[in-house]
């Protein structure tokens, strides 16, 4: 049987204004797989990065996906916004 898989949206806020986006992109494209980065305005010029990604639908949920992605420079704070199963 294999395991199901699951679409997660996370919103990835970098540390600062001066953090190169497409640079955060194309690590976290080479740590996940993505299914979409789009960015989004916060506040003074601050955009996030909202990634769709797709995993499996494992035990731990979430977690290891937030570890790759937190741990990757750059990366100020990780927020999982949803989480919807493939069918």
Known sequence: ???AEVAVTVRL???GP???L???EAEVKQR???HSISREPVAFG????KIIA??????GGTDPLEEK???IQGVGNVQVVSVTRLL
């Open 13 to 15: 806020m970098p540390e």
């Open 69 to 71: 992605l937190a741990s």
């Open 22 to 24: 497409a640079k955060l």
């Open 32 to 34: 996940v797989r993505v």
């Open 54 to 59: 797709v995993v499996e639908d494992a035990e």
């Open 1 to 3: 049987m294999t395991m």
């Open 46 to 49: 601050i955009e996030a990065l």
């Open 18 to 20: 001066d953090v190169d």
